[in-house]
């Protein structure tokens, strides 16, 4: 709960967001100092979006197996102060990756 009983706090923004386009890599330094990288093709196969995910079922909609391997962010745009929003090489841009869930997702080792 956060500080007036609302529900959860949200993850604070990170420290500084690095792409690696060549190794595709999205790295994440978060305020308490951890850094993360996440693939870029994993980042476009957990998209959230309606296009990508059912709305009432929740099942992925997705072809995972079509999305190529070497697939690239193009753009990176803030949204507000709790997310992140990717513009991929096959033009897809409209899912929106929270500071927590982004967190939460497995990292690449």
């Avoid at 957990?46 to 296009?51: D, I, K, L, P």
């Avoid at 193009?74 to 409209?94: C, K, P």
């Amino acid at each position: 709960m956060d500080e007036n009983g609302l529900g959860e706090t949200m993850r604070d923004a990170p420290t500084a967001i690095d792409l690696r386009q060549a190794a595709g890599i999205l790295e994440i330094t978060w305020i308490n100092k951890e850094l993360r990288r996440y693939g870029v093709r994993q980042l476009r196969c957990e998209c959230g979006c309606a296009g990508c995910v059912d709305e009432r079922t929740g099942v992925r909609t997705l072809e995972v197996s079509a999305v190529p391997d070497n697939i690239g962010i193009t753009n990176i745009e803030l949204v507000g102060n709790y997310a992140i929003r990717f513009v991929f090489s096959d033009g897809h841009d409209t899912g929106i990756y929270s500071w927590d869930r982004l967190y939460e997702m497995p990292k690449v080792k």
